[in-house]
Each structure stands twice: as C-alpha cells, then as structure tokens.
T-cell receptor, first 112, second 114 residues
Framework: KNQVEQSPQSLIILEGKNCTLQCNYTVSPFSNLRWYKQDTGRGPVSLTI?????NTKSNGRYTATLDADTKQSSLHITASQLSDSASYIC???????????FGTGTRLQVFP | DVKVTQSSRYLVKRTGEKVFLECVQDMDHENMFWYRQDPGLGLRLIYF???????EKGDIPEGYSVSREKKERFSLILESASTNQTSMYLCASSRSLGPYNEQFFGPGTRLTVL
C-alpha cells in the first residue's frame, strides 16, 4: 500500500535559522517526488520535483534531497523568513497511477 | 502563470442542500481534479477528469458528483450536503496525466455544513 510519513508534525523556529523536514514513503513503482508549500487557507504551491534518478534539487532557499534506495526525502530551508510559515507537503508519485499520494504535511512556524 | 480559480472562498450550507463548487482554469489543461483536505489527513482525491464530459472516481467519491461540460470548468456537486462534508475543497489542473503530472491548485473553498 502506498504510504507517506512526514516528520515532525510541527516545528517552531526563529527567523534566520535553518531547518530540515523529513519524508519517508512507500510507493511502488516509484517515479518522482514533489514538495509543496501550503500557506494557511490557501492551495498548495509546488516547490520542487525530483525524478527517481535525482539526488537534490534547489529552489532559492529551499533544497530537497532524495534517496530512492532508502525511500527518504528531506526539505532543507536556509535562513528562514517569516513568510516560510506554512505547511510543507511531501508528494511521491508512482508510475502505475495518475493519482498523487499526499503526505499530511509538516506545519512550520517561524517567529521573529 | 497558470491560474486556477474557485467560485467561493467560504461557503455555509444547511444539511440536505444541494451544493455546487465551481473551478475554472485558464491554461487549456486537459486534466482537472477535486480534493478535500481535513485536519490530520493528506489531500484526498474525490474525482478527476481527463477530458470534457469524462470523469473518473478518486478515493472518496461517495456523496459527490462532478460535471465537466467545458474544458476550462470542472464542477463538484454535493447532491444532499451532510455535516461530514464540512471540509476544505481544493481544485487542481494539469496538462498531462501519469506520474509527472504537475498539478496547479486553486485557493480552496472552505465549506461548512450546518
């Protein structure tokens, strides 16, 4: 069964600090992995997408890593800003389905 | 930029009412999706459509129906709203299907059923 687990569920950090969010997935046959950012009360917005052969992908201060062997991904946020306060959702994709599998997200709060 | 719009940001309805949620995309995308999002749960797919007048059930279609009469518009219908359908509803569109389909989301409609 396809599953996604994200940790931590929630995280509080101070502005300017770095943080790393984790994602473990069980998806077969694995194809790619996305990270979405969702502001409160808004729809998700794509941050990065990595195919199974990629190890890392950056988008500004956001860097995603992927280890397809251990079925783990992480999202690293550098020099956090107040606007980074949001939920971050890990979304692995499988070859044999048109449906995406959404994690429950990590809720990040950045305080001044 | 892809733009996906939803007809209402907030909606309050009574049990038993028929509810229409509208979604419009302006990028000529073939595929459109309806999800619901509840606290502690990931987005769950209700229905999707890969062409005009075509539809496929998602993971939780019970209590819902959809309509796609035009390529840019995808409607979600709650035939008889119930309190357990109180949720955030998100519409998305994509150019392609398959594992690489990049989905673009609307802002969401928060529906409360009293």
């Amino acid at each position: 069964k396809n599953q996604v687990e994200q940790s931590p569920q929630s995280l509080i950090i101070l502005e300017g600090k770095n943080c790393t969010l984790q994602c473990n997935y069980t998806v077969s046959p694995f194809s790619n992995l996305r990270w979405y950012k969702q502001d409160t009360g808004r729809g998700p917005v794509s941050l990065t997408i990595m195919t199974f052969s990629e190890n890392t992908k950056s988008n500004g201060r956001y860097t995603a890593t992927l280890d397809a062997d251990t079925k783990q991904s992480s999202l690293h946020i550098t020099a956090s800003q107040l606007s980074d306060s949001a939920s971050y959702i890990c979304v692995p994709g499988a070859y044999n389905t048109d449906k995406l599998i959404f994690g429950t997200g990590t809720r990040l709060q950045v305080f001044p | 930029d892809v733009k996906v719009t939803q007809s209402s940001r907030y909606l309050v309805k009574r049990t038993g009412e028929k509810v229409f949620l509208e979604c419009v995309q302006d990028m000529d995308h073939e595929n459109m999706f309806w999800y619901r999002q509840d606290p502690g749960l990931g987005l769950r797919l209700i229905y999707f459509s890969y062409d005009v007048k075509m539809k496929e059930k998602g993971d939780i279609p019970e209590g819902y129906s959809v309509s796609r009469e035009k390529k840019e518009r995808f409607s979600l219908i709650l035939e008889s709203a119930s309190t357990n359908q109180t949720s955030m509803y998100l519409c998305a569109s994509s150019r392609s299907l398959g594992p690489y389909n990049e989905q673009f989301f609307g802002p969401g409609t928060r529906l409360t059923v009293l």
